[in-house]
């Protein structure tokens, strides 16, 4: 059993829920993964981890959406949190709450390339990826107008109506393009540093 903030508890799940999917794309891809301390999603697209404040024997898969919502109902500054065979358990003051989980991970969660280099972001990198993105296309038939262009001297997107640029030294080697429902989820975030790889 691990005694935490349930607030910084939820900030932390909140940081990585861009790699949450609700149609389980990916088997528990809808789930966060606690495992070696730490908290792990993955979509097929995007991948989050972050130290969860639990100890390193908290192991499991947890569905992403009753487990924020439980924690966003309870009241209490301070919760235990215990993992049994089959559920997660939240216990306050005045209130439990068991979620169902699975103890076997299937998520492949070690799929991301690590860099060999990290690079600073520009302090506007996420300011400008949330403005172009908005230029993006949603029609998945034409793939590369969903996406948003890093180029190393800008970032830009457009759906063949509309179309947005913002000129920035991005640090990027090469031109890519990124699914704007991916980045965009990004944005927020605080991102400071980036890193390629071959396909990440």
């Known amino acids: 059993m691990a005694r935490i903030n349930r607030e910084e508890f939820l900030h932390c799940l909140e940081s990585v829920q861009a790699g949450l999917s609700p149609k389980n794309i990916v088997e528990q891809s809808s789930c966060f993964v606690f495992r070696r301390g730490q908290v792990v999603t993955y979509n097929d697209e995007v991948s989050c981890k972050m130290p969860s404040g639990l100890e390193r024997e908290c192991l499991g898969a947890v569905e992403g959406s009753p487990l924020v919502e439980t924690l966003q109902k309870l009241v209490e500054e301070d919760i235990d949190v215990e993992f049994t065979d089959a559920e997660m358990l939240l216990v306050g003051k005045h209130r439990r709450a068991g979620i169902r989980m699975e103890k076997e991970i299937a998520l492949p969660i070690s799929l991301g390339e690590k860099p060999n280099v990290w690079k600073p972001l520009p302090p506007e990198f996420g300011e400008a990826v949330n403005t172009v993105q908005f230029c993006a296309s949603a029609n998945q038939m034409f793939q590369q107008i969903t996406c948003v262009h890093i180029h190393p001297d800008w970032v830009e997107a457009l759906d063949n109506t509309?179309?947005?640029?913002?000129?920035?030294?991005?640090?990027?080697?090469?031109?890519?393009?990124?699914?704007?429902?991916?980045?965009?989820?990004?944005?927020?975030?605080?991102?400071?540093?980036?890193?390629?790889?071959?396909?990440?």
Not at 165 to 194: D, N, Y
């Open 162 to 200: 509309q179309f947005c640029r913002w000129p920035l030294r991005t640090g990027v080697e090469e031109p890519m393009l990124v699914r704007s429902q991916s980045i965009k989820a990004m944005c927020h975030l605080g991102m400071t540093e980036f890193g390629e790889t071959p396909s990440w």
